[in-house]
């Protein structure tokens, strides 16, 4: 297994000046792998670990605010347009009750479901503390917890790892966060759904799979022998741990994506977008705390 830990930031970030929200794009500089003008062939809008409530702040998650950093995003979304944009999952934190946490639910994904593109809802495991899955699909109006879709010529999966060992699902604070899995039936449609698709693949999945600590999924192992032997997966995004973190593994990158609940101000926002180019490289571009990347083909 080899770590990247020395991350490439390119300087791309969203500042605001006189209480107004500016976008700036520093000039890439030496060692970009992309022409000026090679077009990508899709992009894709990402943030994870919203985890929005209306209470008070806990620790460094500060569960209001999710709604204005939102708001910056949606501003750097509509200027970028992406084609698809993926929120990697715990899209709300836990609430008392089913009505209050349904509350929760409907006012962020408002919010969501105004930014450009499809959208799509990768479940973590807050996202099924208090509700089921079946009324958190049902209120954000997705039809299955793991599918995947076709864009601009790559192929896109969504996993669900909020099973328990014993291949229950999460719901209702019926689970250990610390025992995600994916069980066998989902495992099986991974494995046949990229040998059909034979594209080059992202996976996005809301506890890692790149790690085999408390963050990582018990079955991590055989679902990355699933991903290497297919041979067109490129990346992994993943959220969970709220931190910026980079692995590769086999030819793989997993990446985790820096949670947007963490730390006040808009300063401790972290959001980003990913462009698919026609070679296969990636460029994923970082705003506020959301570390830059750029990937080879």
Request: proline share 2%.
């Given at each position: ?8 930031t390119?300087?791309r ?29 899709t ?28 708001e ?36 962020i994904n ?25 009324e ?8 299955r ?28 604070r019926?689970?250990?966060?610390t ?12 494995a ?9 693949t ?26 290497e ?12 741990s ?11 990158h997993?990446c ?7 730390g006040?101000?808009a ?22 705390e ?8």
């Amino acid at each position: 297994m080899a770590q990247v830990s020395d991350f490439q930031t390119l300087g791309r970030r969203a500042f605001l000046q006189n209480g107004s929200l500016l976008l700036t794009a520093a000039t890439l500089g030496t060692g970009n792998l992309f022409a000026a003008e090679e077009r990508p062939q899709t992009r894709i809008g990402l943030l994870t670990d919203l985890h929005y409530a209306d209470k008070a702040p806990g620790g460094s998650r500060h569960y209001r605010e999710t709604l204005a950093k939102l708001e910056e995003a949606a501003v750097r979304f509509q200027q970028d347009q992406p084609a698809h944009v993926v929120e990697l999952g715990d899209f709300i934190d836990a609430a008392d009750s089913v009505e209050v946490e349904k509350r929760y639910l409907r006012r962020i994904n408002k919010a969501f479901a105004a930014l450009p593109g499809q959208k799509h809802y990768v479940l973590g495991n807050h996202c099924v503390d208090t509700l089921t899955k079946e009324e958190f699909l049902g209120e954000v109006g997705q039809k299955r917890s793991y599918y995947s879709f076709d864009a601009g010529g790559f192929h896109f999966v969504i996993l669900d790892a909020c099973f328990r060992s014993d291949g229950i699902s999460y719901g209702r604070r019926n689970f250990q966060w610390t025992d995600p899995n994916i069980p066998s039936n989902e495992v099986e449609w991974l494995a046949e759904d990229l040998k059909a698709s034979g594209r080059q693949t992202i996976v996005f999945v809301h506890q890692r799979l790149d790690v085999s600590n408390s963050y990582g999924i018990k079955n991590a192992a055989e679902v990355r022998k699933v991903l290497e032997d297919s041979g067109n997966v490129l990346a992994v995004f993943q959220g969970h741990s709220h931190k910026n973190d980079l692995k590769e593994i086999n030819g793989i990158h997993y990446c985790v994506h820096r949670a947007m609940v963490e730390g006040s101000g808009a300063e401790n926002n972290g959001y980003s977008t990913m462009d698919l180019f026609a070679d296969g490289s990636i460029r994923v571009t970082g705003f506020r705390e959301q570390q830059d990347y750029e990937w080879p083909s």
